[in-house]
């Protein structure tokens, strides 16, 4: 028989464990053990607790701590006396329904007891819980310490009690722990940040005597969740002059602030630090990192950022998809995004709005689908991001049908989506469906933007509905909900320059603080198309004086000497371009076929399928012109006889794409969808309107400024683009 002496020694030594597994006292038979190997008798209450105690601080889980605690409780132990133990044994392993019953049978509960309830409530996420047991700890007198307030002011900030995260202010003040508890002070930072009163914030950061490296990120972060990145910067310039040491989490919220400020010299220096601290392997910093890079559109240092990256988060790959989106490498988004897929990480809402936009800047519909089938089977259909990202790829690919069925499909409509849902009605033609929105945004409860406005005159422009446009431009001049801008004044200089009334047009621009030279070059691109060379000379000299170099300007001005045969005048334009190294934008035209892209431009005969294509537009030209479809060599701005024109208006890009849709779908397919650089032409348009009734199919061409539907020989466009 082991003598209880040796016993107590044992288990207050600090091989317990190891010592009753030596005696056979394995996990398999430790609760049945405890009664056999607990003899008692003879001990005094200071040896038992001292057995108890360690017993206690052994316990693994939760089934042993109820044993011990039976133990207790049947030989007649007060075993609330151990209370505090068995609390944070209770605590310790998860099991905060017991401890709360356990802390509900304590006769007396010191702070420590409150604080560890506390603290445990706020880890478990449960903070409302914590503010009530707090409030019941100051109805029975109890007072706080610095890590309840420290706490606390936690779970004010998660459940949104201003006025309590107050009240314990003043209360750190008067037990004087707000000047001289850095861990109070950093709390209360914390929650005048969430709360967004970072004026607060500072005061109490400047108030507080010892600081340190949490208390300055805690400010630090506040500023960029608040948007004042230029404030972060100071409050960082603050910190170096203390001479406190930035963490990994200090340099991971002041990158945001560097992104959004376009700080990339101060955003390299603070890599530079990052290695040097040996923060580099951070995912919080890298992915920072990438991010700052991607703002600064600096895509190939991100990419070399992630690239070190072992195993990326969720956060991280949404970082670098939605910055490449963003800096027109929508290709490589999408690349990263299939990586990704392949990778089993699963996508968020903000990962899928990324993918989605490098679709709608491509125009890939078929991709774009496949985004939309992994967010029905995610169950994220009707979230309000990518409601809005697939309204957007829909009306980019010409598919308003699908666009409006997102939009009806989607519980609770904001004004971003309608504005989105708008703007794909007015570029696809369908301005009347786009001005009944607008008229039901009243009903919606939704108040016009700037953004709406834009679409709204869109709308306006695409049906030449001038004075509608116009009546609507006037309703929101001096509007406290819109500033009217230099883009809506574009919009308006076109709806009166394609409808022909350029005085008006000139009138407007006339009213504007200083008109920029897109302005002016939509002034001028009316001219063109009513050939006012007056109005087009005296518009172009304007040009010239804001930008000589501006390529969009003198090759309209060029067109429409071409137009009128002022071919001495073509000359001198195409000289000045040239000696200033200036070079025209080529029309091209594509299509996507089977996940791949082909590029056409005007009269190249380079693809590898030209014979096929020559001889499908050669029997497309036949049936048409028995239909009686001219062609329209006014559209020829070359210095060319009337038969080389008309050759010439055989090989446009538009016709090459067309035909080539027809050889490579055979002609089995309900629509062809062709995408252009520029404005589709005169001759084009007539020419397609012949083909949709000759082959039977559906055309949809999108060029530089809207979408024309063909079919069965009519364009949404109504002729008037």
């Not at 409860?445 to 953004?451: I, M, S, T």
């Not at 070059?521 to 009316?526: C, I, P, Q, V």
């Not at 000359?571 to 200033?580: A, D, F, L």
């Not at 996940?595 to 014979?611: I, L, N, Q, W, Y």
Request: charged content about 20%.
């Amino acid at each position: 028989m082991i003598s209880l002496r040796w016993r107590v020694k044992v288990w207050r030594s600090a091989k317990f464990v190891q010592a009753l597994h030596i005696r056979g006292f394995t996990q398999a038979n430790r609760n049945s053990t405890i009664s056999t190997t607990l003899n008692l008798h003879g001990t005094n209450l200071k040896e038992t607790s001292n057995i108890y105690i360690s017993l206690i601080q052994q316990s693994k889980s939760m089934e042993e701590i109820r044993n011990i605690q039976t133990h207790m409780i049947n030989n007649g132990f007060p075993h609330l006396r151990l209370g505090n133990k068995l609390l944070n044994a209770y605590l310790k392993v998860g099991c905060l329904g017991y401890a709360h019953q356990l802390f509900d049978e304590l006769p007396q509960r010191h702070v420590v007891a409150w604080n560890a309830m506390i603290s445990c409530y706020i880890r478990q996420k449960r903070s409302a819980e914590a503010v009530e047991l707090y409030r019941k700890m100051e109805l029975e007198g109890v007072c706080p310490d610095d890590f309840t307030l420290s706490c606390v002011l936690k779970a004010f900030s998660d459940v949104g009690l201003v006025f309590d995260g107050r009240k314990a202010h003043g209360k750190a003040v008067v037990l004087g722990l707000e000047v001289s508890n850095v861990f109070v002070g950093s709390a209360l930072v914390d929650m005048y940040a969430k709360f967004g009163q970072m004026r607060n914030a500072h005061v109490v950061a400047d108030r507080v005597v010892a600081k340190d490296v949490v208390l300055f990120t805690a400010l630090i972060v506040g500023y960029v969740q608040n948007g004042q990145d230029y404030e972060a910067m100071q409050a960082l310039s603050q910190m170096s002059k203390k001479g406190v040491k930035a963490n990994e989490y200090t340099f991971t919220s002041i990158l945001v602030s560097c992104g959004n400020l376009k700080e990339l010299c101060l955003g390299k220096l603070i890599h530079g630090l990052i290695i040097g601290g040996g923060h580099e392997s951070g995912v919080s910093p890298r992915t920072s990192l990438l991010t700052m890079y991607s703002k600064c559109g600096m895509v190939e240092d991100s990419l070399k950022v992630f690239e070190h990256l072992v195993n990326p988060s969720l956060v991280t790959w949404t970082s670098l998809i939605v910055g490449l989106a963003q800096n027109g490498k929508e290709e490589i988004a999408l690349s990263k995004f299939s990586e990704m897929m392949r990778s089993s990480v699963i996508p968020n809402c903000f990962t899928l709005s990324g993918a989605l936009v490098a679709c709608s800047s491509l125009a890939v519909l078929d991709q774009g689908q496949q985004i939309h089938t992994i967010i029905l089977k995610l169950g994220l259909h009707l979230d309000k991001f990518i409601g809005a990202a697939l309204i957007d790829l829909y009306g980019r690919c010409g598919c308003v049908k699908l666009a409006r069925l997102v939009f009806d499909g989607l519980l609770d409509c904001d004004l971003v989506l309608v504005n989105t849902m708008m703007y794909a009605y007015a570029q696809n033609g369908f301005e009347h469906e786009a001005l009944e929105l607008f008229q039901r945004m009243k009903d919606m409860g939704l108040d016009p933007n700037d953004v709406t406005l834009v679409s709204v005159l869109l709308a306006c422009d695409n049906a030449g509905l001038v004075d509608e446009g116009r009546r609507i431009f006037d309703t929101f001049i001096g509007s406290s909900n819109i500033r009217i801008t230099k883009e809506h004044y574009a919009c308006m200089v076109n709806i009166y320059g394609r409808a022909g009334r350029l005085q008006e047009a000139e009138s407007l621009i006339s009213q504007v603080h200083n008109p920029d030279i897109v302005l002016w070059r939509t002034l001028l691109s009316a001219c063109r198309i009513h050939g006012d060379m007056t109005m087009a000379g005296r518009i172009l000299n304007k040009v010239i004086e804001l930008s000589p170099k501006d390529e969009g300007s003198l090759v309209l001005s060029s067109n429409l000497y071409a137009s009128k045969g002022s071919w001495s005048q073509v000359i001198g334009v195409k000289s000045w371009m040239r000696e200033n190294r200036l070079k025209k934008s080529p029309a091209m035209s594509w299509v996507i076929i089977g996940g791949e892209v082909h590029t056409f431009r005007a009269g190249d005969c380079s693809h590898p399928k030209f014979k096929e294509i020559n001889y499908i537009i050669m029997e497309l030209m036949k049936k048409v012109k028995d239909l009686g479809y001219v062609p329209a060599t006014k559209f020829v701005l070359q210095d060319l006889d009337e038969k080389e024109k008309e050759t010439s208006l055989y090989y446009h890009s538009e016709k090459l794409a067309i035909a080539f849709s027809l050889w490579k779908t055979s002609g089995k397919t309900s629509c062809i969808r062709i995408y252009k650089n520029l404005k589709v032409c005169g001759d084009c348009h007539a020419w397609i309107k012949f083909v949709t009734t000759v082959v039977g199919i559906e055309i949809v061409a999108r060029d530089m400024k809207r979408f024309h539907h063909f079919k069965d020989g009519v364009c949404s466009c109504k002729d008037y683009w």
